[in-house]
């Protein structure tokens, strides 16, 4: 009886969480709310439609018509485009139309054209303009009479093309100085701007509270817009939305004036339930997304964020994110003016965990719109409508979008249609969907297909004599100031790139030197060349292999060489933690300026060679980064010349650089440090030996010593098959291949190199294995550098203050990306920090409970860690785990070592 009374309770219990539930949607006519005012997305917040501009003509189209074309995509309703500043605003920089005062270039950069071919394609869409950075001749800082006279000049370049700007913000997620509101729409009134309405202050909600206690500042602004005010902020699950009662008290439109920041797919769920939640439990009537597109270069930061991503102009390749049918699901069934009905718009179920709704009416009285998502329900849910107050009782049509699970077969499906009874119907829905129900008609879906990706081909070069003054170079894409197509100076005919902004931007985010990058990511060995002409003192730099940039644009992995007027010059390495180290320098005679001179750097396997005008400077060897861009760019905000850039293949050459386990932490090593053939590979603690540096050659062999290869026993092929070194012979037991995915393949065999067992202790012998994608079948070569963030806390491993002195002890703080917290995992177990401090323990004690210190690097084994893929950070000398002590997770918890117990707090990530 128990049993049955316990198997009954919980069939009882299941229902609350998992069940189906019905809901009564009542749609009615008579009843109303607030007015919708539309569906877009942000094109700018960082040259995040850069690309664009490049792609073939037809390619070109067919992405616009997926954004903007009605009945056919995501049919935006708003673009809201950067105005310039000449500086970086997340991942990339946009030229102002005024790099100097009174110079004016509406011209400038691709916004007004992007506006433009959308206003062509949907003459009803709303045009909004914003400005994250300024130009720095800009007196008084950013809240300036300047600055609303530079965005006075931009609404005039947009009216001399012809456009009609509907609104016009502030400083970009930097708050309001309410007097400069004040003082912007008097001098807009006063330009013949009148009908321009003010957003205020794409920040947060605070801005109503000011609008309620100053009449001038509330009437200089038309609408209130916040950014990210559903749950989870930037990129969050938006399972909940928010505004204040100020906010909603005021009367005017609130909008979500930036949200998303969410991959084109995978955030498609966050995407419908900030505008269907954002309604219901916010009063919001607009939603832009960030950003618009990702046509920036794959090696960038939110890289695949937006509603498509477009990264391969030269191949003509895109992808139409689910973000676009998502988006779909609303802008296709209602447009700007038609009004939400708030008895007609709720929770399924009365319970966020089913998904929510909203219903709109057209101003004919006669159609509606219901939107419905189900994107956290866990069963289908069933809505039954009643239709009434006027509107039309006549057939619905339903679409629906898988949006959990994109597939472009279940994206934007005209489903069924319903005839209602007596203005009843029922509509059942499955979990994990967006269904709208309407009586309109006219939507699609679009039907263009890109053509497959391709590297950009090599040899590639451009002398620029083609482009028109005052433009952008095709493929060159700016990270910090602006390069433009110039007449060439000093002497030179025809057309050069010109860095032009000729002092330190008003910034959004941090400072950095001015460069452009250009070209494939996956290029690896070349040889990259320019002229250069320094127009005053200074440094000039030439970018190769640049891979993998973080937020801020400082953070570029890169290597550099840097030439100064005065015959100094440089080879250096930048890290994607934004350190840089200097791998060569010396002296030239000096180069002057106002002169042209032609510097290289070229690349083959892991060696790395600089040229000035046909003698080398200086060669040297590092494996840190085998592919990426070039890019050209100056130290500061020199206004130098560049022309004739070419970009030409190199064979491949050697890369040398030990073998981590990615799960052990340890290398792959000889055993004994012994050269004798058949001497048995084996893990042990890295030290960068010369038994633990392995040479990928062209040839496709792993050598050792320079004359022993790594070696499949007995030439096998098997399972389980050990490996050796012995003498190099070319044959397939001696022919690896280093995948960029961290295995090594035998050629022979098929199969990878594997620690035996999934053994990660010292000892463990090394073998060939069917691959299996085992984390003890993927090797590091070399470095690996990030946070260590705490998998119990959410926060990071933090040097206090970014100190860099020793004995500094780290500590868990909320994470950033700094310098202070970006440790390198190297060949020699090393944790470094700022390059040249190691984690360390505090005076050498090996005991539970001993803490953590930065120091100076001196190749003890206290200052020895193995990175596991477990997420454990063990330390050499102790073997225990660094811990956060106590298990604490606030800021400012200490670090220190304890016995590896599993728990979270023992368990770091490195992303």
């Not at 296709?332 to 909203?358: M, R």
């Amino acid at each position: 009886m128990l049993a049955l009374l316990a198997a009954l309770l919980a069939v009882v219990a299941a229902p609350e969480a998992h069940a189906a539930s019905t809901t009564a949607v009542t749609v009615d006519g008579s009843q109303s709310g607030r007015t919708f005012d539309g569906i877009g997305a942000i094109s700018g917040g960082g040259g995040n439609s850069r690309l664009l501009t490049d792609y073939p003509a037809a390619q070109q189209s067919q992405i616009l018509d997926y954004l903007f074309k009605p009945d056919y995509g995501a049919n935006l309703q708003i673009l809201k485009a950067e105005i310039g500043g000449d500086a970086n605003s997340t991942d990339g920089s946009e030229p102002s139309i005024e790099h100097v005062k009174g110079q004016i270039n509406c011209n400038a950069g691709y916004e007004f054209w992007l506006m433009k071919q959308a206003k062509a394609r949907n003459p009803n869409i709303k045009l909004y303009g914003l400005a994250w950075a300024a130009p720095g001749w800009i007196n008084g800082g950013f809240w300036s009479t300047d600055t609303i006279n530079y965005l006075i000049s931009w609404l005039g370049c947009a009216k001399q093309d012809g456009l009609s700007i509907d609104y016009l913000g502030g400083w970009n997620e930097r708050g309001h100085d309410v007097n400069w509101y004040i003082q912007l729409r008097s001098a807009l009134n006063a330009a013949g701007y009148s009908g321009v309405q003010i957003v205020g202050d794409d920040s947060g909600w605070s801005v109503a509270d000011d609008m309620a206690s100053n009449s001038a500042f509330n009437n200089a602004v038309q609408v209130i817009g916040a950014h990210y005010p559903c749950e989870g902020g930037d990129g969050g699950d938006a399972d909940t939305c928010s505004s204040t009662a100020n906010a909603k008290n005021n009367g005017k439109p609130l909008w979500a004036s930036e949200n998303g920041s969410q991959d084109m797919n995978s955030g498609a769920p966050a995407l419908i339930r900030s505008i269907t939640r954002g309604y219901v439990d916010a009063d919001m009537t607009g939603y832009l997304n960030w950003p618009l597109v990702a046509s920036i270069y794959s090696n960038l930061p939110y890289n695949t964020v937006g509603l498509a991503t477009a990264n391969s102009p030269w191949s003509g390749n895109y992808s139409v994110g689910e973000n676009t049918w998502a988006t779909a699901q609303v802008t296709q069934f209602a447009q700007p003016g038609w009004k939400f009905i708030d008895s007609g718009s709720g929770y399924i179920g009365g319970s966020e965990s089913n998904g929510s709704y909203v219903t709109l009416k057209s101003p004919n009285g006669t159609d509606y719109s219901t939107v419905l998502e189900t994107t956290t329900a866990t069963a289908a849910q069933t809505a039954n409508f009643t239709v009434k107050g006027g509107l039309s009782t006549g057939t619905v049509h339903v679409w629906a979008t898988d949006v959990n699970n994109p597939n472009p077969a279940t994206d934007f499906v005209h489903t069924q249609d319903i005839t209602p009874s007596g203005g009843t119907y029922s509509l059942t829905m499955q979990p994990g969907y967006i269904y709208t129900v309407t009586t309109t008609t006219g939507q699609g879906k679009g039907t263009a297909t890109a053509p497959a990706a391709h590297a950009l081909a090599l040899p590639y070069s451009d002398n620029f004599d083609a482009d028109a003054t005052n433009t952008e170079a095709k493929y060159l894409s700016d990270m910090q100031g602006s390069y433009e197509v110039r007449p060439c100076a000093d002497g030179r005919s025809g057309q050069c790139v010109q860095q032009v902004t000729p002092v330190k931007p008003i910034e959004w985010q941090d400072d950095s030197d001015a460069f452009s990058l250009l070209g494939d990511p996956s290029w690896s060995n070349y040889t990259v060349k320019t002229d250069v002409d320094l127009q005053q003192a200074g440094t000039v730099e030439l970018l190769g292999r640049a891979n993998t940039q973080n937020r801020p644009q400082s953070h570029q992995a890169a290597y550099e060489l840097r030439v100064t007027d005065t015959g100094g010059w440089s080879i250096v390495k930048s890290t994607s933690a934004g350190n840089l180290s200097t791998l060569a320098s010396g002296s030239h005679a000096a180069l002057g300026t106002d002169s042209w001179h032609t510097v290289s750097l070229g690349f083959s396997g892991d060696q790395i060679t600089a040229t000035l005008d046909g003698t080398t400077l200086g060669t040297v060897t590092d494996s840190s980064y085998l592919t990426g861009q070039v890019g050209i760019g100056v130290v500061g905000y020199q206004t130098d010349q560049f022309d004739n850039l070419s970009i030409t293949p190199n064979p491949a050459g050697n890369i040398g650089g030990v073998l981590k386990g990615s799960q052990s932490g340890l290398c792959a090593d000889v055993t004994g440090q012994s050269q004798a053939n058949l001497t048995p590979v084996q893990l042990w603690d890295c030290t960068g030996g010369a038994n633990q540096s392995w040479t990928a050659t062209p040839s496709g062999q792993l050598t050792v010593y320079g004359s022993k290869c790594l070696d499949a026993n007995a030439g096998g092929t098997a399972d389980g098959t050990a490996v050796q070194i012995y003498d190099c012979n070319n044959t397939g037991a001696q022919q690896w291949t280093v995948n960029s995915n961290g295995t090594v393949v035998n050629t022979a065999s098929g199969k990878c190199l594997d620690a035996t067992g999934g053994g990660t202790t010292a000892g463990t012998a090394l073998e060939l294995w069917t691959c299996n994608g085992g984390s003890n079948q993927v090797w590091a070569r070399g470095s690996v550098s990030g946070p260590l963030r705490g998998k119990g806390s959410g926060r990071c491993v933090d040097v206090p203050a970014a100190s860099e002195d020793n004995g500094a002890q780290p500590a868990l703080w909320d994470c950033n990306g700094a310098n202070n917290q970006t440790w390198t995992s190297t060949g020699s177990n090393q944790l470094t920090v700022y390059d040249n401090k190691c984690l360390d323990l505090i005076g050498g004690g090996t005991a539970d409970g001993t803490g953590v210190q930065i120091y100076d690097c001196n190749g003890t084994n206290t200052q020895q860690w193995r990175v596991r893929a477990d997420g454990t950070v063990v330390n050499v000398a102790s073997g225990t785990c660094l811990d956060a002590t106590a298990g604490g997770t606030a800021d400012n918890t200490p670090l220190e070592i304890w016995s590896c117990n599993g728990t979270s707090n023992q368990s770091w990530s490195r992303t």
